[in-house]
């Protein structure tokens, strides 16, 4: 069975990492879904932000980074995929991700949202949180591996 984990990654963080670890003991392949949508504006470009996923995937044969733009349902019918991995980490992200998970199945009946809950010791981190942090010099080791914490201070010299 395989899942497409969707999401901006902008960068991976430490909580992606953990919700895909825990989707592999569930299903046999993960496919990291990279949204494509410049209206976000990410710090990173879509290229940059698969590199990051494969290189700390790199070991890890059950994962593929793949991109998209649009919709996640033609996505996932491209793929021939029928369930979704996301992240919840506190109450705040329900909302949201209810809304989806039934918009998403009103446009493809078949397609099921599995919601996987992150380490507490994740529960509160973002990548948005990161990026903050790591502009103003703070620490990020916790928060994302190695070779994420030195792409975003390469990133962040070359602002
Ligand atoms: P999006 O723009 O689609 O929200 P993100 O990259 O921010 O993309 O998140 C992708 C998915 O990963 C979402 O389901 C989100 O809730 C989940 N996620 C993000 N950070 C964490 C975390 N620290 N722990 C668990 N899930 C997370």
Redesign the pocket.
């Known amino acids: 069975m395989q899942a497409i984990?969707?999401?901006?990654?902008?960068p991976i963080?430490?909580?992606?990492i953990?919700?895909v670890r825990r989707a592999l003991s569930i299903v046999d392949h993960v496919v990291i879904g990279v949204?494509y949508n410049p209206s976000?504006h990410p710090m990173f470009s879509l290229e940059e932000r698969m590199t990051m996923i494969r290189d700390v995937f790199a070991d890890e044969s059950r994962v593929t980074v793949d991109s998209f733009t649009g919709l996640l349902v033609d996505f996932a019918k491209l793929k021939g995929i029928a369930t979704i991995i996301?992240?919840?980490?506190a109450v705040s992200?329900f909302d949201y991700?209810f809304q989806m998970a039934i918009t998403n199945r009103r446009l493809k009946p078949d397609l099921d949202t599995m919601f996987?809950m992150?380490d507490i010791d994740?529960?509160?981190?973002?990548?948005s949180l990161v990026k903050q942090v790591a502009r103003f010099h703070g620490d990020i080791s916790m928060f994302v591996p190695p070779i994420i914490n030195s792409r975003l201070k390469e990133k962040l010299n070359n602002e």
Do not use: A, W
């Open positions: 984990y969707p999401g901006s990654f902008d963080t430490n909580g992606h953990d919700v949204i976000k996301r992240g919840l980490r992200d991700e996987l992150t994740y529960s509160y981190l973002s990548s």
